[in-house]
């Protein structure tokens, strides 16, 4: 079955396309769908990048720091920060198991 769509922007009424035949318009509404689903993913990404390059993390920000000090006063306090939380997956891992 053949199915109509008129075009919201030049009102041609189109068979069975995914673009008005005669303005361009996109019709079908599950490209619309794909396409705003790939625009709203590739924003997020942006996003995503943008914040990571204006507020890195302590340990980013002083990994490669020039005075010796500053980095090996980062390096250990990253060091203890994983070793924390290491820990503290240990621990919740262990009273799951335990509950379980």
Known sequence: MASQIKCPNCGVYNTNQDYCTKCGTLLSYQKRRELAFAQDEKDRKERERI???ESPSFYEKNKDHRFLVVRIFAKVTHS?????????????????????
């Open 80 to 100: 203890i920060y994983v070793a924390f939380m290491a820990i503290g997956m240990f621990i919740a891992w262990l009273i799951s198991s335990i509950v379980a």
């Open 51 to 53: 914040q990571k390059e």
